[in-house]
Nanobody, 125 residues
């Protein structure tokens, strides 16, 4: 099973920027997509953004459109989440996930088979 490792989370002031990274433990062949979710304290895990690895097609949650950008570097086998204009409500543990089945609602947790351990992002006002 492919393991996912996130990095880049830290404390930042509101209005600042961060870039998160997610690297699978091994290269994967075939079609798959990767995504970012986040989970605030006492809240459910929510969809943030998704990218198809083959063609780079992206999809975003409305709450982050225009502020966050998901991307991938196929040579480095790494996915990124560039987060700009951060707000205190963006504070959460951010998780990367992989979808190899392309079944179900891609904005829901159940659509993903592999998850990273999470990286904490804290935005102070």
């Amino acid at each position: 099973q492919v393991q996912l490792v996130e990095s880049g989370g830290r404390w930042v002031q509101a209005g600042g920027a961060l870039r998160l990274s997610c690297t699978p433990s091994a290269r994967t062949v075939g079609s798959y997509a990767m995504a970012w979710f986040r989970q605030g304290a006492g809240k459910e895990r929510d969809f943030v953004a998704r990218i198809n690895w083959s063609d780079g097609a992206t999809h975003y949650a409305e709450s982050v459109k225009g502020r966050f950008t998901i991307s991938r570097d196929t040579a480095k086998n790494t996915m990124y989440l560039q987060m700009n204009s951060l707000k205190p409500e963006d504070t959460a543990v951010y998780y990367c996930a992989a979808d190899f089945r392309f079944s179900g609602d891609p904005t829901l947790v159940d659509a993903y088979e592999n998850w990273g351990q999470g990286t904490q992002v804290t935005v102070s006002s």
